[in-house]
């Protein structure tokens, strides 16, 4: 058990009756005075000090020994309270085993996968945030959602109901997955069920097991009418009828999908988790126009000239925000992994870490539900097709078209949300690097190796994000420039619901 006081860091072995004193306030204190079992110089600032608790009362009361016996007592008669555990590694290891299950997990989607992270980080944030008064929970506040179970009883262990949420929501919305997966999850759920149950009763435990288990369970019933429960079955349309006429899509028969059908028409009509988003207006498009020198020839004769004089660094943008769901957790899992990466380097706790997870997982899938409405409200070409038909023949895209219409950019858009709610969290400047991609193999078609990126903050990384699909040929500027913009609305909204 751990606790920080006044300069202290105390930790209380029961079961050896001891107190292990770290402290960085009178390191030079003459150690000789305590009776103690074992003393260590960890280095010029702290000392690593073990007191026998037996001896404590046969010495004399100075400063030390004080705070070492006000610390015994409040321990004595509140010591389920601190059990709580504040480090974040397990919010951390669920997030990573989310991410390698949307990996491995054949016939994801990015819209189906940013529905999951929302609903997965929700989860993990309603498992904890009764065990800090600092959060509130978010019912009545998300979109639909006005009840949720509460504890039962006080003495929840909060990273077993974490553990619990965790495990039950990601099997309940990701059941397609393999029977591989189903195994790693039960075992990074018995992992800590059997680490973090120790010194807490069986009924503690079964209570703060039952109790992860009904806030996942609630969350799942509640999703099933959001719009797209199981979505993963109608991936592809092929009774949607798609507008015909001078600028409007059509599915691609050089694409990323095996189909040349529309992917997840309907996803903009789901309910959104802040209500705010769902009511945002369709941002305006500028107007198809074949004659050289408009705005819309512009744009696409930008995409085509890049495309003509691209760069080495240029490619490897392209390729490491490509995040082709068939290959990689696709984009909304690249948004789940810097929220992942945000949580380590800041060393939050774990009711932060939730918090975060919540925040971006959000983001992204009401980015996605927004992005899509426009998608389908205005079925923009891509610039392929109005580049061989206006431009040149001869011109190829340097990646195969997605199977959804152009305006806007789902990748700035999610990006951008992500952002957003990261750095209301984090701040603006947050200096990291993104590996999420290091150790895949070279791409030997376009002679690209995945390098880790350094970013100085969330924007800058949602910058590049968004300008990879300019360099990939299949996103102008505008989609970009509207993206980002949108999802910065969208970030701000969910922002928003986590304000005191």
């Known amino acids: 058990m751990v606790v920080e006081f006044l300069g202290f860091v105390l ?37 690593l000090i073990k007191y026998n608790l037996s001896d404590a009362f046969s010495l004399k009361f100075d400063f030390r020994r004080w705070v070492i016996l006000f610390f015994v007592f409040v321990l004595s008669f509140n010591s389920f309270s601190q059990k709580i555990k ?37 989860t993990m944030y309603e498992t904890v945030v009764h065990g800090n008064p600092e959060y509130k929970s978010l019912v009545g506040k998300l979109n639909g959602l006005e009840y949720l179970p509460s504890p039962a ?50 009924k503690e435990i079964e209570a703060s097991i039952e109790f992860g ?27 949607y009828a798609l507008p015909k006429g001078n600028g409007k899509w059509s599915p691609p028969l050089k694409g990323q999908a095996a189909v040349a059908l529309p992917l997840h028409p309907y996803w903009g009509k789901n309910r959104t988790f802040a209500k705010n988003n769902f009511t945002l207006p369709i941002p305006a498009m500028v107007d198809y126009d074949y004659t050289k020198g408009t705005t819309y020839y512009n744009y696409m004769r930008e995409v ?33 992994y810097m929220a992942l990466v945000a949580v380590e380097n800041s060393k939050a706790d774990i009711f932060k870490a939730s918090q975060t997870f919540a925040a971006v997982g959000m983001a992204v899938a009401d980015a996605f ?51 957003t709610v990261l ?28 390098k880790a990126r350094h970013f100085n903050s969330f924007y800058e990384a949602a910058e590049e994000s968004a300008m990879s699909r300019l360099y990939g040929g299949i996103h102008t500027r505008l989609d970009n420039e509207v993206g980002l913009v949108e999802g910065r609305k969208i970030g701000s909204n969910i922002n928003q619901l986590f304000e005191k």
């Not at 495990?167 to 992992?191: C, G, H, M, P, V």
């Not at 943008?317 to 957790?329: K, L, Y």
């Not at 392929?384 to 950019?409: G, V």
């Open 86 to 122: 504040k480090d974040s590694k397990i919010a951390t290891d669920w997030a990573s085993l989310t991410l390698s299950i949307m990996k491995t997990t054949p016939n994801g989607t990015p819209t189906f996968g940013s529905r999951f992270v929302g609903y997965a980080g929700l």
């Open 153 to 202: 009883t006080s003495k929840i262990n909060w990273t077993l109901a974490l553990n619990a949420g965790q495990a039950q929501i990601i099997k309940s919305i990701y059941d397609f997955t393999s029977e591989y997966n189903y195994k790693r999850i039960d075992s990074l759920e018995q992992y800590y069920l059997a680490i973090e149950s120790k010194g807490y009763s069986q």
């Open 304 to 336: 085509y000239t890049v495309r003509q004089n691209l760069t080495h660094e240029q490619k490897e943008i392209a390729n490491w925000w490509g995040d082709d769901p068939s290959e990689t957790f696709s984009p909304p899992g690249h948004s789940y």
């Open 369 to 419: 539900i927004n992005c899509w409405k426009t998608k389908y409200y205005y079925h923009v070409e891509r610039p392929f097709n109005f580049i061989y038909y206006n431009m040149s023949t001869m011109w190829d895209l340097y990646w195969p078209e997605p199977p959804f219409p152009a305006f806007y950019s789902g990748h700035a858009g999610q990006a951008s949300s992500a952002a």
């Open 213 to 239: 288990k009904s806030i996942a369970n609630a969350i799942f019933e509640w999703s099933k009418t959001d719009g797209g429960h199981k979505g993963y079955l109608r991936n592809f349309d092929s009774t």
């Open 11 to 47: 930790v209380w072995d029961v079961k050896e009756n001891t107190i292990i004193c770290l402290s960085n306030i009178m390191p030079t204190c003459k150690l000789s005075e305590y009776k103690k079992s074992e003393s260590i110089k960890m280095n010029k600032n702290y000392t």
């Open 423 to 450: 750095t209301n969290m984090y701040g603006e400047k947050f200096e990291f690097v993104d590996e999420s991609h290091v150790g895949r193999p070279k791409d030997m078609e376009r002679l690209v190796e995945y």
